[in-house]
T-cell receptor, first 115, second 112 residues
Framework: GAVVSQHPSWVICKSGTSVKIECRSL??????MFWYRQFPKQSLMLMAT?????????EQGVEKDKFLINHASLTLSTLTVTSAHPEDSSFYIC???????????FGPGTRLTVL | RKEVEQDPGPFNVPEGATVAFNCTYS??????FFWYRQDCRKEPKLLMS???SGNEDGRFTAQLNRASQYISLLIRDSKLSDSATYLC?????????????FGKGTLLTVNP
């Protein structure tokens, strides 16, 4: 199957700082990338869907000005958590979907801890 | 509200046992259905798709009943390596509108 990477795998930051997470499809072109968040013992919750070259579509309750998504190429999407607070601490997972597959491939996730 | 509900678990079974997971979904327009497994602190990985006719992959059998909006997963002859959280997942879109909704998952622990 296809490979999706995320960077960093974990990050600890101070409250008020911004954190950028990268998601890359390594061996295929991802026309659509998805960003999820998972709190402990909870399900993955879709935050936003991004299509290459266009603005992301955010799910209800997700602040687009706080979670900035950029999908500038077919192999890279970034999520920036701006002015992070402790309640933003979570496991952030991206996935990528390309026309040649009938499956979303998930990145390994980024564990964010905001102190 | 569109939801996917699963058995809350956790399930603790001995090696060799048969275990069944159940799932219901609320959106009757859902397009496709999956079971994923997620190991602790890892990303989810596709276990199998679920078809109306039912499908089997080795020790795993999945069933879908669209009329009652119910999905199941049966694991036979469970192994220690089957210990994981099993996620029921529903695709509410299609094509470029691919959109997955995840259940909370059911934790399975297979004991020696």
């Amino acid at each position: 199957g296809a490979v999706v990477s995320q960077h960093p795998s974990w990050v600890i930051c101070k409250s008020g700082t911004s954190v950028k997470i990268e998601c890359r499809s390594l061996d295929f072109q991802a026309t659509t990338m998805f960003w999820y968040r998972q709190f402990p013992k909870q399900s993955l919750m879709l935050m936003a869907t991004s299509n290459e070259g266009s603005k992301a579509t955010y799910e209800q309750g997700v602040e687009k000005d706080k979670f900035l998504i950029n999908h500038a190429s077919l192999t890279l999407s970034t999520l920036t958590v701006t002015s992070a607070h402790p309640e933003d601490s979570s496991f952030y997972i991206c996935s990528a979907w390309g026309h040649q597959y009938n499956e979303q491939f998930f990145g390994p996730g980024t564990r964010l801890t905001v102190l | 509200r569109k939801e996917v509900e699963q058995d809350p678990g956790p399930f603790n079974v001995p090696e060799g046992a048969t275990v069944a997971f159940n799932c219901t979904y609320s959106n009757s327009a859902s397009q496709s259905f999956f079971w994923y497994r997620q190991d602790c602190r890892k990303e989810p990985k596709l276990l199998m798709s679920v078809y109306s006719s039912g499908n089997e992959d080795g020790r795993f059998t999945a069933q879908l009943n669209r009329a009652s909006q119910y999905i199941s997963l049966l694991i036979r002859d469970s192994k220690l390596s089957d210990s994981a959280t099993y996620l029921c997942v529903v695709n509410e879109g299609g094509g470029s509108n691919y959109k997955l909704t995840f259940g909370k998952g059911t934790l399975l622990t297979v004991n020696p």
